[in-house]
């Protein structure tokens, strides 16, 4: 019996221990923490950056080093490596910076920082290679605490091996009395493996135009979901101060659900989701930025200044292990229409007192009264009316364009004005006598075309308004207009390239040798289609019939560079060609979309690099896919060609989500039909042409659109729509009662943050007492034993303490039983992790250990991703 008593002794001083010593990182942690709050003006990452919390994690302090700006409106970076070499999670982050002196931070994670300096002008860059975003602050905001069992992976093989802090310093007054900025922030970090992965995904609006005195703008992004599953567990808005309000949602199905709402005037810190929100594969990402240019005498747009403007929405989530991605951004609105349907809502500014716009803004920088009290009797509106369009695209069988006298019409474009343009060969055709063997033209006797190529018409009503390009070709092929509204063609025949200006018959430029084929620098082999980039002017060629590749010229016309390559035997590879027969040029991505003609289907490269991008290609299209343009907004438009005998696919025309690549629509005429259209435009409404080299005429489309009138109580709960031949109908929106009582609200909050302060101590407790309660239940088996065979009496020998543990431990049939032992604890619980806390992070880290996402890795993976991605 004594000896009992001494093992029992033995293992509670060990499980003493051992939870002392489980404790004291994060009690160390606080205490650090603790005395870094009253040193928040000194610089204390340039002498102590890093301090141990024990076995398994450390703090890292990023400040700073003493900067001044000298201008308002700075850009400041300095790097800091990761002091060990394996894998480890940021887990906590505390900033320190006021913003009477910081617009905004933003922490990176890299393997190889822009500059080796102390600090540097981030104009130069913040990273060499690829960079992700960990961390955003701006405008007072408080800490950010992660959910437990959720971290930032850094380090080992996949993680950034440095930090890179950005420091935008606004308004230099701040820096009258010529103080040294330390601003940064402290990060915790742990080598325990973390099941979960934290991310970053960016929602960024890039062309957005505020015209002056306008009173609602609104910057609308949307991108479609192709990867595994992610939970959503905050989110942070950004403007600057022409903002009224961001909101978020998933898409699905047609169902929009709230991922976050926030004016961007109070602190923009990372606000907790308040319901849950998980993401899967082809689930829409929207986010709507709302602003006004009320007070501005000059449009305004986004950059990086602060008079500029910024329409950023950031959503922190995290994904199993196995499957993370780190960051990830959408910049652009794959489908406008849909925003027709976002909840009303995301137009209702959320007011902000003056007080606090004084403290978010900084005390150098007054408030606008007038600005909030329009805001207010706006938000006081009970009824807005709205219009919902569901768009297909038509043949506008009233356009005269079929009557025009043509040749082949082999080039369309629309000028600034929405003219409509056309390039036509006249009297010339391409036939089988057209070429040698060797692509050489053989009807040279015919001369250059004597009728103007080039015709500019009134899209409306096909009235000629510009007519120019007389005996200036032989085969004319593909056509685009530059943004300074110069016209670059091709001649398949002269195998060249010309700009030319509306008012001038001579070429401003000519590429290539005329009549000469080639593949070398200084030459084309039957050029097809020119595009030229908006922002450098860079030109690009595609080359062509008789060479398989994509030429880059300077904007004066020297080569650059080339990419792509003949197709090869079997499934054509990324990069290959057979006919690069039309070019899209999407300035806002970057990228260029080529109509890879006899492979049936689109590439789309990287301007600067020429880098493959992705592949859109569609049983529908058949075996060619003619031609390819894009128009703002996010849609491209293609064409394609007859089907082979045999083949079921017709000839038609698609609309496709940018994006995505997957198919909207799809259209073609309904006076002729299509033999083979060559070539295809779409201006930003939708407005389609499309030209047909044999049956040479020009169609357009139009998108015809249901309206539905809808009148929506703000305030209220009821929605009535009334349709056409349709009756009244009364729907109710999903306000959860919650959020209509922020008393209650604010209690639930209270009463979540108490109860996670007792689960720590207590699952800790019940996890370490497990291996104890197992020897007790070995030792009573074996006491058991021995009653069994020595006497009953041996049972009363057992001290009393062990019957008291055993009396908790027995179940009602007298056996042990571990389940009652936990569940008698109110705090234990299975139900995942906490929700996210802004509200600073003094308080000791819950250690529950999540175990809910065992349930998320049976998940099944995503479906594969379509041919067109």
């Known amino acids: 019996m004594a000896g009992l008593v001494n093992n029992l002794l033995i293992l509670f001083l060990v499980f003493q221990n051992i939870c002392l010593g489980f404790r004291s990182p994060f009690s160390a942690f606080k205490r650090y923490k603790d005395t870094t709050r009253s040193l928040s003006s000194e610089c204390l990452g340039s002498d102590q950056p890093v301090i141990s919390l024990g076995l398994s994690d450390f703090a890292l302090d990023i400040r700073m080093p003493g900067v001044t700006s000298k201008q308002s409106d700075t850009y400041l970076c300095m790097s800091v490596p990761l002091p060990v070499d394996d894998e480890a999670y940021v887990v906590d982050f505390k900033p320190h910076a006021s913003m009477d002196t910081v617009h905004h931070m933003l922490l990176f994670g890299c393997n190889e920082p822009s500059s080796t300096e102390n600090y540097w002008d981030c104009d130069e860059g913040t990273c060499k290679d690829k960079s992700n975003i960990l961390y955003a602050w701006a405008r007072n905001a408080p800490p950010t605490r992660l959910p437990k069992g959720v971290g930032f992976r850094v380090g080992g093989e996949a993680g950034g091996r440095f930090f890179v802090l950005q420091v935008h310093y606004g308004d230099i007054s701040a820096f009258r009395d010529k103080h040294k900025d330390c601003s940064g922030v402290t990060l915790h970090l742990t080598h325990q493996k973390q099941p979960l992965i934290a991310g970053m995904y960016l929602m960024m609006s890039v062309n957005t135009v505020i015209p002056p005195g306008e009173k609602v703008i609104d910057a609308d992004i949307a991108c479609h979901y192709k990867r595994f599953p992610m939970h959503l567990f905050a989110y942070r808005v950004h403007t600057h101060r022409l903002g009224k309000v961001v909101s978020g949602y998933r898409v699905r199905n047609g169902q929009w659900t709230l991922i976050g709402r926030q004016s961007p005037q109070l602190p923009q810190a990372f606000y907790p989701v308040e319901h849950p929100v998980d993401v899967s594969y082809d689930d829409i990402l929207a986010a709507r930025c709302v602003f006004s240019g009320e007070g501005r005498t000059t449009e305004t747009h986004i950059g990086g200044t602060a008079n500029d403007e910024m329409c950023n929405f950031y959503i922190m989530y995290y994904m199993e292990a196995k499957h993370a991605v780190s960051y990830m951004t959408c910049t652009q609105n794959a489908n406008p229409e849909m925003f027709r349907n976002i909840p009303q809502e995301a137009n209702v500014p959320i007011p902000v007192k003056s007080d606090m716009l004084k403290m978010t803004h900084g005390h150098h920088e007054e408030t606008k009264d007038t600005d909030e009290s329009s805001l207010a009797q706006q938000a006081k509106k009970e009824e807005e009316e709205i219009l919902d369009q569901d768009f297909h695209i038509e043949e506008a069988v009233e356009w005269p364009g079929l009557d025009l006298k043509l040749g082949q019409v082999s080039g369309l474009a629309l000028d600034a004005e929405n003219n409509l343009v056309i390039f036509h060969r006249g009297d010339h055709v391409w036939d089988e006598n057209s070429f040698d063997s060797k692509f050489v033209y053989q009807q040279r006797e015919l001369g250059p075309i004597e009728q103007n190529t080039i015709l500019v018409l009134n899209p409306s009503n096909t009235k000629l308004l510009h007519s120019m390009g007389k005996s200036l070709f032989y085969l004319p092929h593909g056509l685009s207009i530059d943004k300074n509204g110069n016209y670059w063609v091709t001649d398949v025949a002269l195998h060249q390239v010309f700009k030319l200006r509306r008012d001038d018959q001579e070429p401003l430029l000519i590429l290539g040798v005329a009549l000469q084929p080639g593949s070398d620098e200084n030459h084309f082999c039957q050029p097809t289609d020119v595009a030229v980039d908006p922002i450098t002017g860079s030109i690009y060629v595609s080359d062509g019939y008789c060479n398989s590749r994509i030429i880059q010229f300077s904007p004066n016309g020297l080569y650059v560079m080339q990419w792509g390559e003949e197709t090869s035997l079997g499934r054509a590879r990324p990069g290959q060609f057979h ?172 009463l979540v943050r108490q109860a996670s302060t007792g689960v720590s101590f207590v699952l800790i407790t019940t996890l370490l007492i497990i291996p104890v309660v197992v020897l007790l239940a070995i030792l009573v088996f074996i006491r058991w034993r021995k009653t069994t065979v020595y006497g009953a009496d041996g049972e009363h020998k057992l001290d009393s303490s062990s019957g008291r543990i055993l009396g908790r431990l027995r179940g009602k049939d007298g056996g042990l039983n571990l389940g009652n032992f936990f569940a008698s604890h109110k705090g234990y619980s299975r139900k995942g992790f906490d929700r996210l806390s802004t509200e600073g992070s003094d308080q000791e880290k819950d250690e529950d250990d999540g175990t809910d996402s065992e349930e998320e890795c049976s998940a099944p993976p995503p479906p594969p991703a379509p041919s067109s991605s």
């Open 579 to 750: 006919i690069p027969h039309s070019l899209a040029l999407i300035p806002d991505f970057s990228q260029l979309c080529v109509a890879d003609r006899e492979n049936g289907r689109i590439q789309c490269f990287r301007l600067e690099t020429g880098e493959f991008i992705r592949e859109i290609k569609h049983k529908s299209f058949g075996r060619e896919l003619f031609a390819v343009s894009y128009a703002p907004g996010g849609l491209l438009f293609a064409v394609n060609g007859m089907p082979y005998p045999g083949e079921a696919e017709p000839v038609q025309g698609f609309v496709m989500n940018f994006s995505t690549g997957e198919i909207m629509d799809t259209f073609i005429p309904l006076r002729k039909s299509f033999e083979m259209p060559h070539d295809v435009v779409a201006s930003e409404d939708k407005t389609v042409f499309v030209g047909d080299v044999h049956a040479r005429v020009v169609w357009k489309f139009a998108s015809t659109e249901k309206m539905e009138h809808r009148s929506v109580k703000k305030a209220g709960i009821e929605v009535q729509e009334i349709k056409e031949s349709e009756t009244i109908v009364e729907a109710r929106l999903k306000n959860s009662p919650e959020s209509t009582d922020p008393l209650k609200k604010q209690e639930k909050q209270h």
